[in-house]
């Protein structure tokens, strides 16, 4: 996955997964190690999961959303 992704475009996708508050750096000497942050992780399921209605079951397509939102006035 990562092999098609450039040293900088990776550190961006990392710089925005922690102002978002998924991850955080830590760094010991010249090594920087990466911590996923579990508590924004569940807050992100449950609102993710809130969404799972519309979406159906796994053999579904996100097309019962898509649905949905165009029957929205």
């Known amino acids: 996955m990562w092999g098609s992704l450039s040293l900088p475009a990776i550190n961006k996708h990392i710089g925005v997964m ?20 579990r508590e924004s992780s569940l807050t992100l399921q449950a609102w993710i999961g809130e969404f799972h209605t519309w979406w159906g079951s796994d053999a579904a397509s996100l097309e019962n959303y898509e649905r949905y939102l165009a029957e929205e006035p």
């Open 18 to 37: 922690e102002v978002a508050g998924l991850v955080r750096r830590q760094k010991r000497g010249r090594v920087t190690f990466l911590v996923l942050a």
